[in-house]
C-alpha cells in the first residue's frame, strides 16, 4: 500500500519561505515521478510542480521562478521549496504521484492528505 505523508505546512506572510516535504512509504520510491498540487477554498485543484525520473522539473506559471522542487531518493522524499509567498499561494497542498510523461503533472493512483498554506497579505 503507497502511503504518502506531507509536512511543513504553515502561516507565513506575504514574502516569506516555506518547504514542504512528502515522504512515500509502501514501494520503491524511484518506482513514480511526483508532483505537488494545490487547491484554494471555492476553486479547482490546480497543478504546481513536477518531477520526473531524470530530475527533469516543470512548474505552473503562476509559481516559477519562485516555487523549486526537489526529491531525495534515499529518504523517500519530495520537497517543495516556496520562496516570496503571496497570499494567492494560500491553499492546500497535496503531493502526489504523477505519470511519467513529462510536461504539466498529470496526476496518477496516490494523493497524500494535504498540507495547509496560508499567507498574508
Known amino acids: 500500500q503507497v502511503q504518502l505523508a506531507e509536512s511543513g505546512g504553515g502561516s507565513v506572510p506575504a514574502g516569506g519561505s516555506l518547504r514542504l516535504s512528502c515522504v512515500a512509504s509502501g514501494y520503491t520510491y524511484t518506482t513514480y515521478c511526483w508532483g505537488w498540487f494545490r487547491q484554494a477554498p471555492g476553486k479547482e485543484r490546480e497543478w504546481v510542480a513536477g518531477?520526473?525520473?531524470?530530475?527533469?522539473?516543470y512548474y505552473s506559471d503562476s509559481v516559477k521562478g519562485r516555487f523549486t522542487i526537489s526529491g531525495d531518493n534515499a529518504k523517500s522524499t519530495v520537497y517543495l521549496q516556496m520562496n516570496s509567498l503571496i497570499p494567492e499561494d494560500s491553499a492546500l497542498y497535496y503531493c502526489?504521484?504523477?505519470?511519467?510523461?513529462?510536461?504539466?503533472?498529470?496526476?496518477?493512483?496516490?494523493w497524500g492528505q494535504g498540507t495547509q498554506v496560508t499567507v498574508s497579505s
Open positions: 502526489a504521484t504523477i505519470y511519467c510523461g513529462g510536461g504539466p503533472p498529470s496526476p496518477a493512483a496516490y
Open positions: 518531477i520526473y525520473a531524470d530530475d527533469r522539473t
